[in-house]
């Protein structure tokens, strides 16, 4: 059911490809449900030196609007202060502009705010960040596969990979590298012993 109140939602998009899919998938979700206009925040990656946005590879992302460099270097400032002003007040000074902040809190919970017929009520913007990917709150299956779809067809290496892959059953094994990195910063990883428990299963399964 279309809500007119909502004006529009700003998803905040941050880090790796990942993160920028699962922010979109939820920033879609509540467009959807609200039935009003969803545009990127991009600031993260004003000063980023080792991200990219990368969401402009697949067809529904590429349709969605950017905020605006002017506002987003102005809200960068503000949010790079947040952590000094606490989330009341980070709030209080988003409502001055008509804007509700609503973050992850925990991306490994379901987070029923996604679900509050409240938000329907808001007459202004909903800020949407951080990473988040539980089914309820994403958009059908179906409706990811058309909007996820690859903008420009795939290289000669990628497509020598896929009639591989097509040919057979197929594996595909993700090692987040960046978080074996920033171990030290109590990021989760998970040792080799891991990995090969993981190899031995699929070999007995697949």
């Known amino acids: 059911m279309a809500m007119k109140d909502v004006k529009r939602i700003i998803v905040r998009v941050s880090d790796g490809l990942g993160n920028q899919l699962f922010e979109y998938a939820l920033g879609k979700y509540l467009s959807d449900k609200l039935g009003c ?29 950017r905020w605006g460099r002017l506002k987003e270097w102005g809200f960068l400032l503000l949010w790079a202060g947040k952590t000094k002003l606490g989330g009341k007040l980070f709030r209080a000074i988003l409502s001055l ?55 420009n067809p795939p290289n000669a290496d ?9 040919q057979g059953e197929s594996v595909s094994v993700h090692v ?6 920033l171990v030290a910063n109590n990021a989760p990883a998970l040792n080799i012993s891991y990995q090969r428990k993981a ?4 070999r007995q399964k697949v």
């Open 37 to 65: 206009e969803m545009v990127y925040d991009k600031s993260h990656y004003l000063t980023s030196q080792s991200r990219t946005f990368q969401l402009d590879r697949f067809v529904g992302p590429t349709e969605v609007l």
């Open 97 to 151: 502009f008509r804007m509700k902040w609503m973050p992850v809190k925990d991306p490994f919970r379901l987070q029923s705010d996604f679900d509050d017929d409240s938000i329907a009520l808001w007459k202004g913007t909903i800020y949407l960040s951080g990473c988040y990917g539980h089914i309820p709150h994403m958009p059908a299956r179906d409706v990811l596969r058309d909007r996820l779809r690859l903008v």
């Open 158 to 166: 990628n497509r020598r990979y896929l009639n591989a892959m097509q």
């Open 176 to 181: 987040r590298r960046t978080d074996y990195l």
């Open 199 to 202: 190899m031995t299963v699929l």
